[in-house]
């Protein structure tokens, strides 16, 4: 058997851990009155002492460490509740000879390695119409995870533990469900359970009473069943009512998740107007990406398109430019042929005898002679 418990002094207060622990004991706590009750596994012992409260005659709890018994022997042992270190698997040998009017064994078979054998050893202590209550996890489920908890060798759904229960014991005689609650708690404002600030784990053994509950339907979304409550509890010898622990919050704290909840939700809303808005100029600019992109074919088409004319040009210019050169050679071999010319013409007698001839005019006389001669040749030609 696996070790696994509660340090009633080492930890810190949750009162929903807290609620766990004390819930599956308040179930005995209209059937234990007068009782001799055996507690299985019971830990440091708190469950023992709550029966004790309860008004339980006689209460003997037994469980494998002793690390646990020292402190439940220490915490609450005296003279109507004793401790004993046991293997649950062998507590029949144990207790040999002995009978109980109630055995309680909560959140234990699914640490058992020879869980039939375990239930034998129940059995044969029970007395003829004592009454047996056996609590099991529910870690076949879509939100636990059995291998998070290596005390733990079994998990089981509600059919299985059944099953195996009954296989023993015979037919249980109800199944209750063990679940988180929703409601409201009234209390007297001067009830010192209920105020106090500074709660520590080992108080769970001295809860208040509370005079009536009533339990009402859940809601749909929230209903707990087989498949999604905390634990299971089979019950044997007698039914049993339905019961409950609670813990007061101040209404501030438990609104504050839904209202959480509402802005969150708020939240998504006007972040699906943003997605809305931001899709739709998603739209637009795909449109406008689309058209862009035909654009940058055409372009692309008309590049190519210019890519070939220039290619063209480049060769009819390259044409030019020799043609220009060949010209440029062609216009600088005239001009040296024409200068070539007129130097032969700047030297030959002819010009040398015009230039005398032209120097003659500044000659007064005769100057005067020959452009009368020139008119009179002038009007003749004429």
């Excluded at 129940?122 to 004592?130: C, E, F, V």
């Excluded at 609650?181 to 001295?206: C, H, M, P, W, Y």
Aim: hydrophobic share 40%; glycine share 6%.
């Amino acid at each position: 058997m696996a070790e696994e418990r509660m340090h009633l002094e080492a930890q810190y207060y949750d009162a929903f851990y807290a609620a766990q622990h004390v819930g599956r004991y308040q179930i005995l706590k209209d059937y234990c009155r007068g009782k001799t009750v055996l507690d299985i596994a019971c830990g440091e012992g708190y469950g023992s002492a709550l029966l004790a409260e309860w008004g339980a005659s006689n209460i003997t709890g037994i469980d494998v460490s002793s690390e646990a018994i020292s402190e439940a022997k220490r915490l609450f042992e005296r003279e109507n509740i004793q401790f004993h270190q046991g293997d649950a698997h062998t507590v029949d040998a144990f207790l040999k000879g002995k009978k109980f009017d109630v055995i309680a064994c909560f959140e234990t078979i699914e640490h058992l390695a020879d869980a039939t054998k375990f239930l034998k050893a129940i059995k044969s202590l029970a007395k003829r119409d004592g009454l047996i209550v056996i609590s099991c996890p529910n870690e076949k489920n879509d939100f636990s995870n059995p291998e998070e908890n290596p005390f733990h060798v079994a998990a089981y759904t509600l059919g299985e533990f059944r099953r195996l229960t009954e296989d023993i014991l015979g037919p249980a005689k109800n199944w209750i469900l063990g679940t988180p609650q929703q409601g409201i708690v009234n209390f007297d404002i001067n009830d010192a359970v209920a105020s106090n600030r500074d709660a520590k784990l080992i108080e769970i053994v001295t809860p208040s009473d509370i005079s009536s509950t009533s339990l009402i339907a859940p809601m749909p979304a929230v209903a707990a069943d087989p498949s999604s409550c905390l634990y299971f509890v089979g019950v044997w010898g007698k039914s049993v009512g339905a019961s409950a622990v609670v813990s007061p919050w101040c209404y501030p704290a438990f609104v504050s998740p839904w209202q959480k909840i509402e802005h969150l939700e708020r939240t998504l809303d006007e972040k699906d107007v943003v997605i809305d808005t931001l899709n739709k100029r998603l739209a637009v600019e795909r449109k406008e990406l689309g058209a862009y992109r035909s654009r940058l074919v055409k372009l692309s088409n008309e590049k190519e398109t210019l890519t070939k004319r220039l290619a063209v040009e480049g060769k009819e210019l390259s044409a030019y430019r020799s043609r220009l050169i060949e010209l440029s050679k062609e216009m600088d071999a005239t001009r040296a042929s024409f200068l070539a010319e007129l130097e032969m013409y700047r030297r030959s007698k002819s010009l040398r005898m015009i230039r005398r001839l032209s120097r003659a005019y500044d000659i007064p006389v005769v100057g005067r002679v020959l452009r009368l001669a020139r008119r009179i040749v002038a009007r003749v030609v004429r």
